[in-house]
């Protein structure tokens, strides 16, 4: 488990000063877990969240009791991405979390070889888990991918022993199209003149018919 130490946030001090001297704001909370402002410093802070990102377990230390924690919402500066503010969830001991996990599509497709398209229809699914086994990423295999119409549901991605469905366990997560080129339209043929229509520059007016 990846390991950050915080302290308390001074109340004096502002969000801008903080990150002036390398220190970023935070707050971290839970079911039993009141919201406590926090700072950490910024660079630990990059550093784990490239590691951990939203799906891997982060113990705070250094205000008592060890908080196992997930990075549950990050604020990012629009300009430079560097992170502004973060969030931490504070899990409960022996409950299970709900969270999304994304999907790492692996293998290649036979069908994409003879020339068919795999479309990618969900990129992450929902489960509820145990802290100790939440998964960075799920596994897709898309080498069982053969021929038109065949498909994977999400029932047929390996979860965790402890992890239940919270994605409809239908819902289709790829599938295979035939490749239809589309043809280019011929322009229809410049439709012939019509009698009456207006004479182009030069051309002599036919003559009406005599009125009887």
């Given at each position: 488990?990846?390991?950050?130490?915080?302290?308390?946030?001074d109340?004096?001090?502002?969000?801008?000063?903080?990150?002036?001297s390398?220190?970023?704001p935070?707050?971290m909370y839970?079911?039993?877990e009141?919201?406590?402002?926090i700072?950490?410093?910024?660079?630990?802070?990059?550093?784990?969240?490239?590691?951990?990102?939203e799906?891997?377990?982060?113990?705070?230390?250094?205000?008592?009791?060890?908080?196992?924690?997930?990075?549950?919402?990050?604020?990012?500066?629009?300009?430079?991405?560097?992170?502004?503010?973060?969030?931490?969830?504070?899990?409960?001991?022996?409950?299970?979390?709900?969270?999304n996990i994304?999907?790492?599509?692996?293998?290649?497709?036979?069908a994409?070889?003879?020339?068919?398209?795999?479309?990618?229809?969900?990129?992450?699914?929902?489960?509820?888990?145990?802290?100790?086994?939440?998964?960075?990423?799920?596994?897709?295999?898309?080498?069982?991918?053969e021929?038109?119409?065949?498909?994977?549901?999400?029932?047929?991605?390996?979860?965790?022993?402890?992890?239940?469905?919270?994605?409809?366990?239908?819902?289709?997560?790829?599938?295979?199209?035939?490749f239809?080129?589309?043809?280019?339209?011929?322009?229809?043929?410049?439709?012939?003149?019509?009698?009456?229509a207006?004479?182009m520059?030069?051309?002599?007016?036919?003559?009406?018919?005599?009125?009887?």
């Amino acid at each position: 488990m990846l390991e950050l130490s915080v302290q308390a946030r001074d109340a004096k001090a502002s969000s801008e000063d903080m990150r002036a001297s390398g220190i970023m704001p935070a707050v971290m909370y839970g079911p039993k877990e009141a919201p406590t402002p926090i700072a950490i410093n910024t660079r630990e802070f990059e550093r784990t969240f490239r590691e951990a990102g939203e799906t891997t377990l982060v113990k705070l230390k250094g205000l008592g009791e060890d908080k196992d924690t997930l990075i549950h919402d990050v604020q990012l500066h629009p300009v430079t991405d560097a992170p502004l503010h973060a969030d931490f969830y504070v899990i409960e001991k022996g409950k299970k979390v709900t969270l999304n996990i994304p999907l790492e599509f692996v293998g290649s497709a036979p069908a994409e070889k003879l020339g068919h398209i795999v479309v990618k229809a969900l990129h992450e699914i929902e489960i509820e888990v145990a802290a100790t086994e939440i998964p960075q990423h799920l596994e897709v295999d898309l080498s069982k991918l053969e021929n038109v119409g065949d498909h994977i549901v999400v029932s047929d991605i390996k979860l965790p022993a402890s992890a239940t469905l919270e994605t409809g366990a239908d819902e289709i997560v790829a599938s295979v199209t035939a490749f239809v080129e589309e043809k280019e339209e011929t322009p229809a043929p410049e439709a012939a003149a019509t009698e009456g229509a207006a004479p182009m520059e030069g051309e002599v007016p036919a003559a009406e018919p005599a009125k009887e």
